[in-house]
Every structure is written in structure tokens, then in C-alpha cells.
């Protein structure tokens, strides 16, 4: 087994004789199979011929996983190499796929922890793995559209999601104090997500809500119960 990432994967096969010698350049032919890991898009496998009796094979994966090659010598009916495994890793995350979501990236209440989802995903729409999700990702509240002039409001610092979320997903939890409209501004390797920045409208702080009150025995005493709100995460 080894292990790639998303570019062109080749390998060389040597067509020799019983004493090692080269076949003449072009006078055999190979054929790759490339089993898929599930839901892979379709690869194009091919052998083509080299010099002094070396073939290339190659092919180039889309989706991240497991691909099992086989090579096959149709003339003999042997196969050259079978099911050889390769690892291929997602690329490097790209803004242009990741997907930002979750209660919090539409705003909220004021002092009120909210929550951003990020799904971080490599330009083929992999998802890129916990222990690196976060790689590249720089999270910034605004207190104007125009972000690139206008220094943040507050950054703050995301965070891989929980294990057993879904893959490739990083968390974003900030807390503003103040009512006002901010802007969030999601970025990826320095290029905003899709959609950035995104409008926050933080709304005051609602006032307690009065739940009973109770007179005590004593006639002395009043005691008032208020209902306050929980904050959304």
C-alpha cells in the first residue's frame, strides 16, 4: 500500500524476458484497472509505452479514499500487479468549496454565545481530515461591509467539530456584546467562502420576563420569579 494526493498518479512497468533483457519499446501491451473507493468519480486509467521497454501507467483521482490497481499482461493472461493499494489524501482546502452554515452566521442576541459551522473542503469537494481542518481558516467579525479596509471587530479561533461530526467540519463560537450589525468574513488559504461576508444582526439583550410572584406567610415579603433566556449554541 501507498499513498498519494490529488494529481496524477503514475507508476513504471518493465517488460523483460526470462534473462532480464528489455522488450523492444511499444511490443507489449498492459492494461490498468483502478477499482474505486464508493461514490469516486470515474478515473481514466491508461498504459502507455515508454523506452527501452518501460510502460507508464497513470491515472488521476478526483475523490479522496482507497483505489486498488491491477495490472493485467492480456497476451499471457497474467496479471502484473493486483489489487495494490493507494491511499489518496484531499488537497489543500479551498475556499471556493467550503460551506459555512449553523445558528450563528446569521447573528443573534446580544452576550449571547452563537455558532458558526464550517465545512472545509478541497477544490474537488473532498472533505479535508479533523487533524488539519482548521489549516487556513481565519475567522474575523466586522463592523463594516467594506472588511478589507476596516480592521476586525473581534477574530476569533475555530476549532475542529466534535468527533463523530460530519467530516471535514470546523466550529466557530464567538460572542458579541454590543446590538449592532456586524459582518462575518469566512477565509480560506486568504480568498473569502461563498457568500462572505455575511450580515450578523445582533439584537439587544431581552428584558427578564416576570414567571409568578408569591407573597410570603409573613405578609412581609414578596418573592418574584424571573424567566431569563438561554443562550443559543
Do not use: W
Not at 7 to 36: S, Y
Not at 85 to 91: I, L
Not at 131 to 139: E, H, K, M, S
Amino acid at each position: 500500500m501507498c499513498s498519494s494526493d490529488l494529481k496524477l498518479f503514475r507508476f513504471d512497468v518493465e517488460a523483460r524476458d526470462a534473462f532480464g533483457n528489455f522488450h523492444e519499446a511499444g511490443d507489449q501491451v498492459f492494461e490498468l484497472k483502478v477499482a474505486l473507493p464508493p461514490g469516486a468519480v470515474p478515473v481514466e486509467p491508461a498504459v502507455t509505452p515508454q523506452t527501452k521497454g518501460t510502460y507508464a501507467a497513470t491515472f488521476e483521482p478526483v475523490t479522496a479514499g482507497k483505489y486498488k490497481l491491477t495490472v493485467s499482461h492480456p497476451a499471457s493472461g497474467l496479471d502484473v500487479l493486483q489489487d495494490f493499494e493507494v491511499t489518496v489524501a484531499p488537497a489543500d482546502s479551498s475556499a471556493g468549496k467550503t460551506v459555512v452554515g449553523g445558528p450563528g452566521v446569521t447573528g443573534g442576541v446580544a452576550a449571547e454565545r452563537r455558532v458558526v459551522t464550517i465545512d472545509v473542503r478541497d477544490a474537488n469537494g473532498n472533505p479535508i481530515p479533523r487533524d488539519n481542518v482548521t489549516d487556513g481558516v481565519v475567522v474575523e467579525i466586522h463592523s463594516n461591509k467594506d472588511i478589507p479596509r476596516d480592521g476586525a471587530y473581534a477574530v476569533v479561533t475555530p476549532e475542529p467539530a466534535p468527533e463523530g461530526s460530519p467530516p471535514g467540519r470546523a466550529l466557530a463560537v464567538y460572542e458579541v456584546q454590543f446590538p449592532n450589525v456586524y459582518y462575518l468574513a469566512v477565509r480560506v488559504r486568504k480568498a473569502l467562502v461563498p457568500g462572505a461576508p455575511f450580515r450578523l444582526d445582533i439584537t439587544p439583550t431581552p428584558a427578564p420576563v416576570l414567571k409568578g410572584a408569591t407573597l410570603d406567610a409573613s405578609l412581609l415579603r414578596v418573592d418574584v420569579v424571573f424567566e431569563i433566556g438561554r443562550a443559543h449554541v
